[in-house]
């Protein structure tokens, strides 16, 4: 079963021609450049961006992506890409819903796991940075669950 998040951010794009094959359908690698656009949005509303991460010391890899296609994405197809915080304390787990921004109808769900990296040594860390909860928490302690 998968689990609800504590926090989503929902993110319109619009398919563009150079991630069709001939059969103007999204080539499957693409889906992880979306999945990527959403990250951002939902960090930066968490107020933990890539640029704070890297601030704090901390670089954030992912270690686990997971994508299950029910529908195909096509070209000049409006999509929304709704990502949502599930873990921080010991790792950042987002749960991803790509659907038909017109209809609604899910056409893909995606999972990704990254775990926190001490910059200065390369040392991956078993527990979050407090810095990283802690501003993940001040923001949701401020903002409505989904």
């Known amino acids: 079963m998968r689990a609800n998040g504590v926090f989503a951010v929902d993110t319109e794009l619009t398919v563009p021609f150079f991630d069709v094959d001939s059969m103007e359908v999204v080539w499957h690698g693409h ?26 010391g901390y670089a954030w890899p992912i270690i686990d992506l997971q994508l299950r296609y029910a529908r195909a994405a096509r070209f000049g197809q409006k999509l929304c890409v709704r ?26 769900r995606a999972s990704t796991i990254q775990v926190a990296v001490r910059l200065a040594d390369g040392e991956m860390q078993l527990v979050s940075p407090s810095v990283f909860i802690d501003d993940i928490e001040r923001q949701l302690a401020r903002r409505p669950s989904p």
């Open 31 to 56: 889906y992880v450049k979306y999945l990527e656009v959403a990250r951002c949005a939902l960090l930066e509303a968490l107020g933990h961006d890539y640029v704070r991460m890297k601030d704090t």
């Open 83 to 108: 990502a949502e915080l599930v873990e921080w304390q010991n790792r950042l787990k987002i749960h991803y819903t790509l659907s038909d921004a017109a209809s609604g109808e899910r056409l893909t």
